[in-house]
């Protein structure tokens, strides 16, 4: 490291700020200076200026699967320069598999938000949340609701613990969504997010302003936003209490999503034995949680709950897994626990412990030969992993209240499930819970009165065990954030965090508007039919509500005999004429596939041509019978095209859902479907 720190910068208006020194960030491990930060005021006028007039209009130049590409792009970027972050990350104290998290986690969220773009939103900037909702008895009125960019700017504001993951987990759905943000990590760790933010300026993959980064203070920024702008928060329940009151937030109504201290249980369900499975993975998980990133996880276990006959099984075991653990600096061999982000960490995680070991029992703690390994440690912010046993939970509010932000938790007995139930909802709502049981009727029971209180749950059993992604996860895939003292938000969970900074509108009117409008045809809408087949035109060729009524059949018994011998299925009410004269249809009918097959050998155009393959059907449903005799028609248009953009190692290509409707010769809709396909471009 060079004698001067380097003075960290922030990104403001696509130029970075910051050349006067303020105040110095030190390392985690060693107390060393690593970086200061600048004194040079911020203009949040400009920022916001820039971020609505030169950014915004740039992202929504993009569409969505445009900004998933980008994605895609930049987490590749971001991986191959990996290791100069785990370089600079090793400052905050944490070990490599800590920092593994923050950073890799950070990547492969850009990763699965990438696809998670790919797969569920299509090539334009209208998202239809359909179906679509008749609202008349003729069907030319009709209601839906379309999701659109709000057109505003999303500011995050971050906690220390995870400066990367907790600043991508924000930024991934926010950029796919086209708003532009402006991020504020925790001043403590943002020498990281400064490095990552430095590799995503360089790379060039996003529009100037997609991300502009505040080293320091957030000044009047909150103060100045707007009716479209969106504020999402981690940290501290105090701060996010002030922030979310900000007189502004409130008379422009700007959504603010919150996430804050979190007093998660994990609960060792009654039908658990020692020397069971379940016994080991409890344990195990309740170490784990209490050391990884030195328990300074918004997720981590604060308060484990378990049966009183086992509770001293359970001190013991987890006191002889702590005790192995070996602390300090995670440079060197065989540390497993690294240290707090920051002496100001170390002192209020001590004074909590203080707080909270008032009255209980310290099970493990610095008494028992506490010696973090490494040069220069004594200036580091490390701290003891610090079991406490509470032995009567109902009567200590204190362990349910007050979070020590480190290697920090609480045992406490109970006699019944209810009991633990209760012990668990006095967390006044959790970010994640464990259950962890070897039998599905408690997991269900438990599940669903703890549910209330939480926004996730982790069930561990044997089974799951040795593919669960742990209790402390949170996934791109599944929601994060919980009711109550966690803040009460929403993040990640798939599209539902995408779907936070769009703007949801209900649309009413004809199927042919509601066509233009969500970009997919709508029954009843006004449809084009030409001479092409649409099976002979490529992708670009394509439009939404190109249409194909076919010729007609008529269902035979041989086709129903001849059916059933291909397929092996003699189902009675196919071939039993006695058993189906007594069914509500009161005769033999068609099997729903041959109606299936029968639509498909009217639809198509059988010789090679642009279309690729059929990957599958959507929604569908056999509304009506079709009898021995009955004649069959099939529509079929174009209801919606996704332009995924060109794949290396496939020809180019498109997606094309069409609209089936398979008609009898009465006019009654019989079969009803989307047929996927993929439909090749255009030769270059
Ligand atoms: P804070 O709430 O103090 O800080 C969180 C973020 O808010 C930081 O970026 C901080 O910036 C910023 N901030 C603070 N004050 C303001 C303000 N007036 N206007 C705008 N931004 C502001 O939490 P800490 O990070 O200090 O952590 C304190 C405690 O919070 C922990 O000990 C723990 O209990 C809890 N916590 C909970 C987490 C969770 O995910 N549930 C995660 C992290 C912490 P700056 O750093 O510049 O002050």
């Known amino acids: 490291m060079s004698a001067t720190p380097p003075i960290l910068q922030s990104l403001i208006a696509n130029r970075w700020i910051g050349s006067q020194a303020a105040r110095a960030l030190h390392s985690a491990v060693n107390g060393r200076p690593v970086a200061l930060t600048h004194a040079d005021e911020i203009d949040f006028a400009e920022s916001l200026s820039y971020a609505r007039g030169q950014a915004l209009p740039a992202l929504l130049a993009l569409d969505f699967q445009q900004r998933a590409a980008r994605l895609k792009a930049l987490a590749t970027y971001l991986l191959e320069r990996k290791e100069g972050l785990y370089a600079i990350s090793a400052h905050t104290g944490g070990t490599r598999s800590d920092n593994w998290i923050d950073i890799e986690g950070g990547i492969g969220t850009l990763f699965a938000y990438a696809s998670i773009g790919r797969r569920e939103l299509p090539s334009s900037n209208v998202m239809h949340e359909g179906p679509a909702i008749p609202l008349s008895k003729e069907g030319q009125f009709i209601g839906s609701h379309i999701l659109v960019p709000k057109r505003g700017v999303a500011v995050h504001i971050n906690a220390f613990n995870f400066p990367m993951w907790g600043m991508l987990e924000k930024f991934a759905p926010s950029f796919l969504a086209g708003m532009p943000c402006i991020v504020k990590p925790a001043t403590a760790t943002s020498f990281v997010a400064e490095a990552c933010v430095r590799l995503i300026h360089e790379s060039g993959l996003l529009p100037a302003g997609s991300l502009q980064l505040i080293v320091g203070g957030s000044g009047d920024l909150l103060d100045r936003l707007e009716e479209t702008d969106v504020v999402t928060f981690t940290g501290s329940a105090d701060t996010a209490a002030m922030l979310r009151v900000n007189k502004n937030l409130i008379a422009r109504s700007i959504p603010f999503n919150g996430e804050a201290d979190s007093l998660n249980c994990a609960i060792l369900a009654p039908d658990v034995e020692v020397g069971d499975p379940e016994f080991e993975l409890f344990v195990k998980e309740v170490a784990r949680e209490m050391t990884a990133k030195t328990g300074q996880k918004c997720t981590a276990i604060r308060r484990a709950i378990v049966p009183a006959r086992h509770i001293d099984a359970v001190a013991e075991a987890l006191r002889a897994r702590l005790a192995k653990i070996k602390v300090g600096?995670?440079?060197?061999?065989?540390?497993?626990?690294?240290?707090?982000?920051?002496?100001?960490?170390?002192?209020?995680?001590?004074?909590?412990?203080?707080?909270?070991?008032?009255?209980?029992?310290?099970?493990?703690?610095?008494?028992?030969?506490?010696?973090?390994?490494?040069?220069?440690?004594?200036?580091?912010?490390?701290?003891?992993?610090?079991?406490?046993?509470?032995?009567?939970?109902?009567?200590?509010?204190?362990?349910?209240?007050?979070?020590?932000?480190?290697?920090?938790?609480?045992?406490?007995?109970?006699?019944?499930?209810?009991?633990?139930?209760?012990?668990?909802?006095?967390?006044?709502?959790?970010?994640?819970?464990?259950?962890?049981?070897?039998?599905?009727?408690?997991?269900?029971?438990?599940?669903?009165?703890?549910?209330?209180?939480?926004?996730?749950?982790?069930?561990?059993?044997?089974?799951?065990?040795?593919?669960?992604?742990?209790?402390?996860?949170?996934?791109?895939?599944?929601?994060?954030?919980?009711?109550?003292?966690?803040?009460?938000?929403?993040?990640?969970?798939?599209?539902?965090?995408?779907?936070?900074?769009?703007?949801?509108?209900?649309v009413q009117g004809s199927p042919t508007m509601l066509s233009a409008i969500t970009g997919e045809y709508q029954r009843g809408g006004r449809v084009q039919?030409?001479?092409?087949?649409?099976?002979?035109?490529?992708?670009?060729?394509?439009?939404?509500?190109?249409?194909?009524?076919?010729?007609?059949?008529?269902?035979?018994?041989?086709?129903?005999?001849?059916?059933?011998?291909?397929?092996?299925?003699?189902?009675?009410?196919?071939?039993d004429e006695v058993a189906a004269k007594d069914t509500?249809?009161?005769?033999?009918?068609?099997?729903?596939?041959?109606?299936?097959?029968?639509?498909?050998?009217?639809?198509?155009?059988?010789?090679?041509?642009?279309?690729?393959?059929?990957?599958?059907?959507?929604?569908?449903?056999?509304?009506?019978?079709?009898?021995?005799?009955?004649?069959?028609?099939?529509?079929?248009?174009?209801?919606?095209?996704?332009?995924?953009?060109?794949?290396?190692?496939?020809?180019?290509?498109?997606?094309?859902?069409?609209?089936?409707?398979?008609?009898?010769?009465?006019?009654?809709?019989?079969?009803?479907?989307?047929?996927?396909?993929?439909?090749?471009?255009?030769?270059?």
């Open 584 to 684: 509500q249809f009161g005769q033999r009918i068609a099997h729903g596939y041959f109606v299936l097959s029968a639509a498909a050998g009217l639809f198509v155009s059988p010789a090679p041509g642009p279309v690729l393959a059929n990957y599958g059907l959507d929604t569908l449903r056999f509304v009506n019978p079709v009898a021995i005799g009955d004649t069959i028609q099939a529509r079929l248009t174009c209801k919606r095209r996704i332009d995924r953009g060109n794949r290396p190692d496939q020809p180019p290509q498109g997606v094309v859902a069409w609209d089936v409707q398979v008609m009898n010769q009465r006019g009654e809709l019989v079969a009803s479907y989307d047929i996927l396909t993929l439909v090749a471009k255009k030769p270059a």
């Open 329 to 506: 600096d995670p440079a060197v061999d065989g540390v497993r626990m690294g240290a707090l982000a920051s002496k100001a960490q170390q002192a209020d995680v001590a004074e909590r412990v203080a707080l909270l070991s008032a009255g209980n029992e310290i099970v493990f703690g610095a008494k028992d030969g506490f010696a973090p390994v490494g040069e220069g440690v004594g200036e580091g912010a490390f701290f003891a992993p610090t079991l406490l046993l509470c032995r009567d939970a109902f009567a200590n509010e204190q362990v349910h209240n007050l979070e020590a932000f480190g290697p920090v938790s609480t045992l406490m007995p109970y006699q019944e499930l209810d009991e633990a139930l209760s012990l668990a909802a006095k967390g006044r709502g959790s970010l994640v819970g464990s259950v962890v049981t070897k039998t599905p009727a408690i997991a269900a029971q438990a599940v669903y009165h703890a549910a209330a209180f939480h926004g996730r749950l982790l069930v561990l059993d044997r089974d799951a065990a040795k593919e669960s992604t742990g209790h402390g996860s949170p996934l791109p895939q599944l929601k994060h954030g919980g009711p109550g003292r966690a803040g009460g938000g929403e993040e990640l969970g798939g599209i539902r965090s995408v779907k936070h900074y769009l703007q949801r509108c209900a």
């Open 529 to 575: 039919e030409d001479a092409v087949h649409p099976f002979r035109k490529y992708f670009e060729e394509i439009q939404v509500g190109d249409s194909l009524l076919t010729h007609r059949r008529t269902v035979s018994e041989a086709d129903i005999v001849n059916f059933g011998g291909v397929s092996g299925d003699y189902f009675y009410m196919h071939f």
